[in-house]
């Protein structure tokens, strides 16, 4: 890492990866999973409940007011990561919940015969929620990939019609690892006056986001894969589009004026925010960011490069490995997929931890991706900031053990 703190030092801030798994030390690689917390994280989100609880936006005591203020002020300093403004900032519980929350206050008004397209390599947490609008009558499109994991911009060029009301894709796939030209992406939706919806969950981890920039509508993110909080989560969405839809969920704190013949709906972002907010997930996502800010997010980025490239070298070598997605690491992040001669991933997997190395195995919540591949199953390695060079050569290692015990040549 081109940094004046390098993966050995962030080490330290992160008690977990000191243990030792089956006498051996912990390798962590499963970071597109979840990511491991600094205790800068944990600390601040316990400071935040042994000195400031309180429910906010409601009492006017002193500890609803600091709670309160440091809710806002974490909401400010999570849109200026991602340049936002703070109104255009909504606090969901996950990646999952704010990509929900555009099916329903958005996608709800959708008519029949409106088209939505998404692509092959998405979570299904960007497939299943545009399958529900799809059960009401919206045609749903998927756009291929290239057999070397990239998306096929030229078919997404042709399926854009008048008709297409969204699209949406992720940013970085959480299987092969690809990087997607987002920009273009949302720009070719909106020259076929479409919408564009970006699934960040794998990219905001690593690779600077800049809503302005990629000119999309609609942005989804979640802390916990980026050395925050699990059950926090963020969506980005345009002023003007957030002000024209219906809220997700309705009760107490989304609303201006209540009577028993009906509603008014409060300012953004609260509109989309009902009931007690997760104070403490917005505190410690704040300071995930702070963490991620020091580092630099060119600094971030560049070490996930130079991981999935060494990676890519070294597991390359290793004969009977099928490796899956883009085989340079200019255009893939963090998460590397791949299959060990017919060793089930699971098998693979099981082995691997007897030796201390934590990796994922099974469909990644990507089955028609799966099934584009042509397999039921990959195992995926995932590094982020803290993983080291040698922690691949113990992965190469680890595949080399399993082929002994599985007698591959
Ligand atoms: C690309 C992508 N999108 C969305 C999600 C869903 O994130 P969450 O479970 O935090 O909602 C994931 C989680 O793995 C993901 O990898």
Redesign the pocket.
């Known amino acids: 890492m081109q940094s004046n703190i390098t993966a050995n030092e962030i080490r330290k801030d992160f008690p977990v990866l000191q243990r030792k798994i089956n006498g051996h030390p912990l390798v962590y690689l499963d970071n ?2 979840t990511s491991q917390k600094p205790l800068q994280v944990t600390e601040t989100m316990k400071r935040y409940y042994e000195n400031h609880n309180a429910n906010i936006h409601r009492s006017v005591h002193k500890l609803a007011e600091e709670a309160t203020e440091i809710f806002e002020s974490s909401r400010k300093n999570i849109a200026s990561f991602i340049n936002a403004n703070p109104e255009e900032t909504i606090f969901t519980k ?4 704010s990509i929900n929350l555009v099916a329903y206050a958005w996608g709800l008004g959708l008519q029949k015969g409106d088209e939505i397209i998404t692509t092959i390599m ?2 299904h ?2 497939i299943v929620p545009w399958q529900f609008l799809a059960s009401r009558g919206i045609k749903l499109k998927f756009i291929d990939i290239t057999d070397d994991g990239l998306l096929k911009i030229d078919q997404l060029e042709n399926e854009l019609n008048s008709n297409t009301k969204l699209v949406a894709v ?1 940013h ?3 299987v092969l690892g690809t990087i997607n030209p987002i920009e273009d992406i949302s720009s070719m939706a909106h020259n076929a006056g479409a919408l564009c919806l970006v ?1 960040a ?2 990219g905001a981890p690593k690779i600077k986001i800049d809503v302005k920039k990629i000119n999309c509508d609609f942005l ?1 993110f ?1 802390a ?2 980026m050395l925050g909080p699990m059950g926090m ?1 963020v969506l980005y969405g345009k002023k003007e589009l957030l002000e024209k839809i219906n809220p997700f969920n309705y009760g107490g704190d989304m609303i201006r004026t209540v009577t028993k013949e009906g509603s008014t709906w409060n300012d953004l972002p609260w509109k989309f925010e009902a009931g007690t907010s997760n104070v403490s997930g917005a505190v410690g996502l704040s300071t995930a960011i702070d963490y991620l800010k020091k580092i630099g997010m060119e600094n971030v980025r560049e070490h996930d490069k130079n991981m999935m490239q060494y990676a890519i070298d070294v597991l390359s070598t290793i004969k009977g490995i099928k490796i899956y997605g883009p085989l340079t690491a200019e255009n893939r992040s963090g998460a590397l997929s791949f299959n060990l001669g017919d060793i089930h991933p699971h098998d693979l997997a099981t082995i691997l931890n007897d030796k201390g190395i934590a990796i994922r195995s099974g469909h990644h ?1 990507a089955q028609p991706l799966m099934e584009r591949l042509g397999v039921p199953a990959t195992s995926r390695a995932s590094f982020y900031i803290y993983n080291t060079l040698e922690e691949i050569d113990r992965l190469a290692e680890g595949l080399e053990h399993a082929k002994n015990v599985f007698k591959i040549e």
């Open positions: 597109s999973a996950n990646a999952t919940e998405e979570h947490s960007n992720t970085v796939s959480n699934d969950a794998q989804a979640t916990h894969k989560g919540c």
